[in-house]
């Protein structure tokens, strides 16, 4: 998380790292859902880039 160089995806990361669901960091954040998906997926782009993967999939 501290390589991530926007204000807004870090409080994303941080609000997910804290329990909070889409619903209500968009509230937090007032940014409509078409912006969070492009920041969850630049999110995740970053993290398989990092070697970071989901132990689900």
Do not use: H, P, W
């Not at 889409?22 to 997926?41: F, N, S, V």
């Amino acid at each position: 998380m501290k390589n991530i160089t926007d204000d807004t995806r870090r409080l994303v990361c941080f609000l997910y790292m804290n329990g909070y669901k889409d619903g209500a960091i968009r509230r937090i954040l007032k940014i409509d859902r078409q912006r969070l998906e492009q920041i969850k997926t630049q999110l995740a782009f970053d993290l398989i880039k990092a070697g970071i993967r989901n132990s689900e999939g």
